[in-house]
């Protein structure tokens, strides 16, 4: 990790016991094996890239005032299918819980603060 | 023990991991210099002044703004109380603060997000937008 030679030594411990300790968590462990199984199911992977992809492009006709009723319930169906995926459902409910999680990290982080680190830690570019 | 138990104990070490990590965040040169330059704009009456004059002109405006339709005269005496107030020492002090102190947040954030495989910034409810 080059990056942290630039980081006070004690905060630079403290940064990689945080993560390990966050990876060490129930909800980050639940997530880790989720993302193995979703990226070890092509089909799941599949579905998801078709669905990125006609959102893509249905953003586009609305904006050219081209999206049609069709299109929608094209939208409609393989949303449908994403909902009915197993691997993909228990991967987003996984993020879900290990992002609820962090907020409460975040929370710790802030008493102590008095500021909200995630707001300090923000990007400064859209 | 039982399985809550199994469950608890990693969530506690991760709260005690991150009050650690707020402990050594605190501790740094920059925390402290912008907890130093906000108690000290905190105080600065001029300071407080120029910012309760251009937001009670900023709100004088209101939708007037946002619909694009206030005069030349009226947006030009925004900007200058604007101006005048980004201008003072004790802001642009807390500016450079806050702006260093944003690097060493973003640049520990960054590992944790890359380490976590999730973007701590935007899962706590901040875009970079807002």
């Known amino acids: ?126 | 023990m039982h399985s809550t138990d199994v469950n608890q104990m990693p969530l506690d070490a991760a709260r005690q991991a991150a009050r650690d990590f707020a402990a050594a965040l605190a501790e740094t040169p920059q925390f402290q210099a912008f907890e130093g330059v906000y108690e000290h704009l905190r105080q600065d009456a001029v300071a407080q002044q120029a910012l309760e004059d251009y937001r009670s002109k900023a709100d004088a405006l209101g939708a007037l703004l946002m619909l694009n339709a206030v005069s030349d005269a009226e947006r030009a005496e925004l900007e200058r109380r604007k101006h005048h107030y980004l201008t003072l020492d004790s802001v642009q002090a807390y500016a450079a603060a806050e702006l260093e102190l944003t690097g060493l947040c973003q640049q520990t954030a960054g590992l944790i997000s890359a380490a976590i495989g999730v973007n701590y910034a935007a899962s706590c409810g901040v875009s970079c937008c807002g």
């Open chain 1, 1 to 126: 990790m080059n990056d942290t030679l630039t980081l006070p030594i004690a905060l630079q411990h403290a940064t990689e016991h945080l993560i390990q300790s966050l990876r060490a968590t129930p909800p980050f462990l639940a997530y880790q094996q989720a993302q193995a199984r979703l990226d070890a199911d092509a089909a799941a992977r599949t579905l998801l890239d078709h669905l990125a992809a006609l959102q893509a492009e249905l953003r586009r006709k609305q904006t050219n005032g081209e999206i049609t009723q069709a299109d929608l319930e094209d939208l409609r169906a393989l949303r449908a299918q994403v909902e009915a995926n197993g691997t993909i459902i228990t991967y987003i409910n996984s993020q879900q819980a290990a992002v609820n999680f962090l907020r409460e990290i975040n929370q710790e982080i802030g008493q102590l603060l008095g500021v909200d680190f995630a707001v300090l830690a923000r990007q400064s570019t859209c």
